[in-house]
């Protein structure tokens, strides 16, 4: 009886704050279909980003972008219907429906209510399609849930995903080891929490992501993240040929509608047109004796011999400011090292030096965003 009776409070409650509005005078505000149609492009904006760095394939992209715009074109209609309209009569036909509405429910629910049935499972509500529901929304309700059951593995391996492409990538790491602590080790569970890895270090490939996608070949050797990844690994290091020969082996063994076999055709082509560049300058990347004799060395001779050969590359290119491809090997080198400031302040000296407004400086701002480095103003 307690129940019912806060029950009946609530609701009047309710009714008196929604009724509220329609007592007075205001101004007509936006309709709920003007933030569902942000939410919406919002939404076909990150499509096509994924699309653009080949991580969805071209199937699945257009069956999303098509249910995407539907989407749109019936907020669109929403909108355009529920505009202008004002007037006494509108505010009390809309006072008699919120009226009606407990007393409908309570009647409805009444007969046809099942109070003793269990919610419907985390994982079950949160596998529905995403554009059914704003991001925000399924972020807080699983933070919601994960506060109250923080061991609830399944929980964490649904969040991590969606923290990665909202940007919250220290999140997406917490939620990843969340979920191998209390699920155990998979190749998706170590794979995602290497990229993880990679979006925090801003593109790079840390020792953290490089330990976790080795992890994940080795429960799965044909995990494409972790291939794709570690090749990268070995791009960024200067192996180019290494990386070339996984990722022709990927383009091999992969089923066409892979994404990741997308990728590495997409990665095949930049490193060709790297080692091009590097030779048409006259500057290759460092040979097998500068790899094998820095594989000697302690881990800190190491980071001072390249941080070394950046400092070189970083004085020859004051004295040779036009030169782009030495600007984005400086750039990628300053990644690897884990500095992502003074990679953006690289590419702000290149493109400062190429022009700004310049094609070439417009290609060096292409190439700074492909490693997650966020496009510099102009003066």
Known sequence: MLFWILAALLTFGACVSVLLPFMRRTAEAAPDSAFDLMIYKDQ??????????????RAEAEQARNEISRRILKADQTQDSGAGRTGSAGRWLAMAAVLSVPLVSWGVYAATGSPD???????????????????????????????????????????????????RANDAVTAYRNAIEYLGPTAPRESGLG??????????????????????????????????????????????????????????DLPDDSSWKNAATAALAQADKIQAEAAATGQPGPSTADIDNASDMTAEDRTAMIEGMV????????????DRAGWERLIRSYMVLNKPDQARDALQRGTAALGNTTREAAALQTFATSLNIPEVSQP
Do not use: C
């Open 195 to 252: 990229e993880a890895y990679v979006a925090v270090a801003g593109g790079a490939i840390s020792p953290d992501a490089k330990a976790a996608f080795t992890r994940a070949l080795a429960i799965a050797p044909t995990d494409g993240k972790a291939r794709f990844y570690l090749a990268l690994s070995a791009a960024q290091d200067g192996r180019f040929d290494e990386a070339k020969a996984t990722w022709t082996a990927m383009q091999a």
């Open 44 to 57: 076909l904006d990150e499509l096509e980003r994924d699309q653009s760095r080949n991580l969805i394939g």
């Open 117 to 167: 049935q269990p919610s419907q499972p985390l994982q079950a509500r949160m596998q529905q399609n995403p554009a059914e529901s704003p991001v925000s929304e399924l972020v807080a309700r699983a933070e919601a849930h994960l506060q109250a059951n923080p061991r609830d593995g399944n929980g964490w391996e649904v969040l991590a995903p969606i923290y990665v492409r909202v940007g």
């Open 311 to 322: 400092a070189s590359l970083d004085a020859k290119l004051k004295d040779n400011p036009n």
